[in-house]
């Protein structure tokens, strides 16, 4: 009876198999798996597949070791550079004000809101706006926290992009775009460019786990795709050889985000001139890389060039297409960038990034404004009350004294 079973699940295993590395998607016309493995028989590393697997149990470990790392390394430099968190304004714990937040905290209540709730929890309408708005500055993320989450970030990206620049620069398709089409599909993979995929991989793998606890901030819909398209394309062209393709395209990418992760680091720890000196250098690299080398370069050398080698097929489409919707993020990106440019260039520093903070947040400007908001009302309120009391006073005198003058004229006309 176990025998059939075992049978059935093999034969559901091959069926699988076959349908998912189905070689006429994953390679040219002509090409097979088989050809793969043996224009690489003289014993060097060939793109497998299986390869991959490994990358999911180093996301685990990314993920422990960023645990790590935030808490050991990230916490205790925060506080040498001088990164300071907020003091937050402590609030009054009120049930049902708390269950309505939590439903709507991503938008403004409305008056319809503001009635019931006065209704309901027996205050005044500004009582409850001060209340809903201290609330949202306590689930503010603080400056420490954004903080070991850039320096995580800058310290990967900087050890990543160095090796992986050491690990290129001394290949014939790092200078000429077209030897990654060379050989092709025959095509061996070195051992650094081997690891420089599984751990490109494995981060975004690891960053795609996380992004649930990860600062939200304004372009998160666009980080998604971003990582979901990362991690599709580092897969496909690795199982389909384009290996060359994609370590320039790695390489790219990674050669501006230390830059802007340093930049918020400073940013956060208030070096001002610091911050604003990367910001220009990572705006420079960013254009650079991003609109220029990436688009006429890289994605040219995929869509065109390799067109001498192979005639196009579906995985052809797939890979262009994924390198377009990368193209169409880095548009988005550089139009934040260049926003932040103007600013720079009009007002004198960078007042913000861009993308720090999600939409529903105030920023800390507005945080500052709405204290001195309530100072100013209670000191409004003070004053007003002041000026109650001591008009009432002098009411009660001046009636007093005309009492007084009464009475003395009535003695006087009685004498």
């Known amino acids: ?152 970030r800058f310290g990967f990206y900087l050890i990543i992009f160095s090796a992986g620049l050491i690990s290129l620069i001394h290949t014939p398709w790092f200078w000429d775009h077209r030897e990654c089409w060379s050989g092709y599909p025959a095509q061996a993979v070195a051992e650094a460019q081997y690891w420089y995929y599984i751990i490109e991989l494995s981060f975004y793998l690891s960053l795609l ?82 609109l220029i080398v990436f688009p006429f370069r890289i994605v040219y050398t995929a869509v065109v060039d390799s067109l001498d080698v192979f005639s196009p097929y579906p995985g052809y489409y797939f890979f262009n297409g994924l390198l377009l919707v990368l193209q169409a993020l880095h548009i988005f990106w550089a139009w934040l960038i260049l926003r932040m440019v103007h600013k720079f260039v009009f007002l004198g520093k960078v007042e913000r990034d861009e993308r720090s903070d999600d939409e529903s947040e105030p920023d800390e400007d507005d945080e500052v404004g709405e204290e001195e908001e309530e100072r100013s009302w209670e000191h409004k309120k003070g004053a007003l009350n002041s000026k109650l009391a001591s008009l009432a006073n002098n009411c009660v005198l001046n009636n007093l004294t005309n009492q007084r003058q009464k009475m003395n004229s009535r003695t006087l006309k009685e004498r």
Not at 20 to 30: A, M, T, V
Not at 229 to 253: D, E, K, P, Q
Not at 262 to 281: E, H, I, P, Q
């Open 1 to 152: 009876m176990c025998i059939p079973l075992i049978n059935g699940f093999m034969q559901l295993e091959d069926n699988i198999n076959r349908w998912l590395w189905r070689e006429d998607f994953w390679l040219p016309p002509g090409v097979t798996w088989k050809d793969i493995a043996e224009g690489t028989s003289d014993g060097s590393r060939h793109p497998v597949p299986r390869d991959l697997l490994i990358s999911f149990p180093l996301a685990l470990g990314f993920i422990a070791l960023r645990f790590v790392f935030e808490r050991v390394v990230a916490l205790p430099l925060s506080r040498r550079l001088g990164v300071r968190d907020r003091v937050r304004l402590h609030i009054t714990p009120i049930p049902k004000l708390e269950a309505f937040y939590l439903q709507k905290k991503k938008t403004e209540p409305s008056q319809e809101d503001l009635q019931a709730l006065v209704k309901l929890c027996g205050l005044s309408e500004r009582q409850i706006q001060s209340w809903l708005r201290r609330r949202r500055i306590q689930d503010r993320p603080a400056n420490s926290r954004k903080f070991s989450e850039a320096s995580w």
């Open 209 to 290: 786990l996380c992004v649930s606890v990860d600062i939200k901030r304004k372009d998160f819909q666009e980080q998604i795709i971003h990582h979901i398209a990362t991690i599709f394309l580092i897969a496909f062209s690795y199982c389909a050889n384009y290996v060359r393709v994609g370590t320039l395209v790695m390489l790219v990418h990674d050669s501006s985000d230390f830059l802007l992760e340093s930049a918020k680091m400073f940013n956060y720890a208030g070096w001002r001139k610091t911050c604003d000196a990367l910001f220009v250098v990572f705006a420079a690299v960013f254009l650079v890389t991003r």
